[in-house]
């Protein structure tokens, strides 16, 4: 299902791009970090519901995403990261790769991201470290207010690794949705544990990303993040609680 999720997500970011908006002020050039978690589940609502429940924050509409039936909210982790609830449209027809989502009735960790301020080097550094990627690809979408949202997304190409990330660069005239989610929330601990362990802390040192912590694992690979709202936590994973 892993596989078919992030065939989903990249396919959603590469996206051909809206019409323009009114320009914003641009983002601050961040170092290599975690950008956002991707959170899937089969309604929308019931994936604002189920976050605002365990955390007391409830996330906001993020917009549509045109042609592919899935829409989303969001909420910021703060330090330039946020996580994003992943859903299918309300009748809407998906493709083949979108339907794992109508199976989740729990808030799932699908994906994660990686961000990059410079595509080319970090292109370059995973190359270095022996790694194939694919072809950078620009996406863009329209939040709920009309503002326009650019970027560019890559992945990791050759032998898989399951619990790897894709890279993502915003444009420097983006506001990072980070910035205007709703906030009190921050990501206490995030934690891959993956049959490619060393493989995985390979990729993260070539882009001297911190603040994942990656274990090595026997079987099926598993995505924990633990989330702390004031006084509240949650922990988030990659199997839905009785799957």
């Not at 809407?92 to 960790?109: G, S």
């Not at 949202?149 to 990791?156: A, G, I, Q, R």
């Amino acid at each position: 299902m892993r596989a078919a999720i992030l065939a989903l997500l990249l396919a959603r970011l590469a996206l051909s791009a809206p019409a323009p908006s009114a320009p914003v002020a641009p983002s601050a050039p961040l170092a290599p970090r975690l950008d956002h978690l991707v959170v899937g589940i089969r309604s929308l609502d019931e994936g604002i519901a189920q976050f605002e429940a365990l955390t007391g924050v409830k996330p906001s509409s993020g917009g549509r995403h045109p042609g592919r039936g899935t829409e989303n909210a969001v909420v910021s982790l703060g330090g330039g990261s946020y996580l994003e609830i992943l859903a299918p449209q309300p009748d809407a027809k998906l493709a083949a790769d979108d339907e794992p989502l109508r199976a989740l009735p729990r808030l799932t960790i699908v994906e994660w991201a990686v961000a990059v301020p410079d595509v080319d080097a970090a292109v370059a550094s995973l190359h270095a470290a022996g790694f194939v990627t694919s072809p950078p690809q620009p996406g863009a979408r329209l939040t709920p207010d009309g503002e326009r949202l650019d970027w560019m997304t890559f992945s990791l190409e050759g032998e898989p690794i399951d619990g790897a990330p894709f890279f993502i660069r915003w444009s420097p005239n983006t506001r990072h949705p980070s910035t205007t989610a709703p906030s009190g929330c921050g990501l206490e601990r995030f934690t891959v544990a993956d049959a490619s362990a060393d493989r995985l802390t390979a990729i993260l040192k070539a882009l001297d990303v911190s603040g994942v912590t990656v274990a090595g694992a026997s079987g099926a690979t598993r995505i924990a993040a633990t989330i702390a709202c004031g006084a509240k936590r949650a922990t988030l994973t990659s199997r839905a609680p009785g799957v």
